[in-house]
Structures are given as structure tokens and as C-alpha cells.
């Protein structure tokens, strides 16, 4: 059982435009959350991260929003460059356990 | 110089042999983890560890096994290895801070024939 899904194995952008990935989980008891970001040959890295007392985190480019009744967290990365083609991961766990769940992953293809 | 390292980065083998991935960090940090990660699946825990006496299994441990030498320092082994447990591998480690984003190695990609 898939705890952590994102449902859409790939997007394109253009380059400046918003790029949008979604993330839907079902266990309530997540209470963090991550975006990680992987280039082919390489581990994942952290891109942002929202807590469930917020519904919204911002890092320049990148904004995490969190809807907890929908059970949903998208990450909208405005405006899209080349450089941000990749796959991008999200991550749920619960507080204290420090254990992560990740979703499949969806691949981020911007183009010039 | 990179604060998590793996060794081997890839390994081909056969059915049955016996492989060890090793992961090495030099960022402090208490916590490390394997996962690995499989086309569509994403990435899945297979341990983690919290301190040196502490080994913990993941989602999906059978067929693994772990040994945490040092803070530093943190294996993981296939005592019997099988194709299905062709996948890339993934270390990690992160501190105990609130929540601790977790800092993943390059990857080992093991090839089981």
C-alpha cells in the first residue's frame, strides 16, 4: 500500500513558466513534509520542507503548500529554468520517528 | 570532497554470492539509512540506524542485513544475493535536529545476474 503517491510519473514545462508537482499521501499521522530533487548519477537533495502547522513554505524560486484535509502537498517551482529538470521526490513522516516515506517520484522536464 | 560517500559506486555479481555496500559520511551526523530505489517504486527504506547500537529494520529488510561500525560508518549487506535485488542504492544520513532532512549519497548501482 502506497502511503506516499505521486500520480503523475512526468511533466513538461516551458522554460518561465510555473511548474507545479503534486503529492497526495493517506496516512493522517504525517505530520512533515519534504521535497528532495535527483539528477541522473547522483543521490537526492533536499529542496524544501513543510511542516503540518503551516500550509505554505516558500524558498525563492520554490513554494511548498500543504492542504491536510485533502491529504495533498504540491510544490510549485516559479519560473521554471533548465537547470530544474529532474526527478523530484516528496517525503512524509511522523513526528519523533524520523523515518521517511517516499512517494515514486516524478520527472521534471523544462524546456528551453 | 563529498560528506557521504559509497563504495562500490557499481557492482555486477552473481545469484548467491555474498555482497557488501559500504557508506561513509563525514558530516557528524548520528542518523544514517539505506534505501534502495527500483524504476516506479520510488525509493523504500530497507534500515536505519540511530546510533551505533541501534539498527532498526525498514520496509522492505529481507534478504539485508546491516552493521553499523562506527558513527561513520554504516554496511549494508546481501548474504545470498538474488536478481530481484538488482536495484540502486541509496545512503543517507541526517541529524537530530527537528525533522532533519536527510543528505543521500551518489548511489551504488548493483547489478545481480
Known amino acids: 500500500d502506497q502511503q506516499v503517491k505521486q500520480n503523475s510519473p512526468s511533466l513538461s514545462v516551458q522554460e518561465g513558466r510555473i511548474s507545479i508537482l503534486n503529492c497526495d499521501y493517506t496516512?493522517?499521522?504525517?505530520?512533515?513534509f519534504l521535497w528532495y530533487k535527483k539528477y541522473p548519477a547522483e543521490g537526492p537533495t533536499f529542496l524544501i520542507s513543510i511542516s503540518s502547522i503551516k500550509d505554505k513554505n516558500e524558498d525563492g524560486r520554490f513554494t511548498v503548500f500543504l492542504n491536510k484535509s485533502a491529504k495533498h502537498l504540491s510544490l510549485h517551482i516559479v519560473p521554471s529554468q533548465p537547470g530544474d529538470s529532474a526527478v523530484y521526490f516528496c517525503?512524509?513522516?511522523?513526528?519523533?520517528?524520523?523515518?521517511?516515506?517516499f512517494g515514486t517520484g516524478t520527472r521534471l522536464k523544462v524546456l528551453a | 570532497d563529498a560528506d557521504v560517500t559509497q563504495t562500490p559506486r557499481n557492482r555486477i555479481t552473481k545469484t548467491g554470492k555474498r555482497i557488501m555496500l559500504e557508506c561513509s559520511q563525514t558530516?557528524?551526523?548520528?542518523?544514517m539509512y539505506w534505501y534502495r530505489q527500483d524504476p516506479g517504486l520510488g525509493l523504500r527504506l530497507i534500515y536505519y540506524s540511530f546510533d551505533v547500537k541501534d539498527i532498526n529494520k525498514g520496509e522492505i529488510s529481507d534478504g539485508y542485513s546491516v552493521s553499523r561500525q562506527a558513527q561513520a560508518k554504516f554496511s549494508l549487506s546481501l548474504e545470498s544475493a538474488i536478481p530481484n535485488q538488482t536495484a540502486l542504492y541509496f545512503c543517507?544520513?541526517?541529524?537530530?535536529?527537528?525533522?532533519?532532512?536527510?543528505?543521500f549519497g551518489p548511489g551504488t548501482r548493483l547489478t545481480v545476474l
Open positions: 543517507a544520513t541526517s541529524d537530530s535536529g527537528r525533522g532533519g532532512e536527510q543528505f
Open positions: 558530516k557528524g551526523h548520528d542518523r
Open positions: 496516512n493522517s499521522m504525517f505530520d512533515y
Open positions: 517525503a512524509a513522516s511522523v513526528s519523533g520517528t524520523y523515518k521517511y516515506i
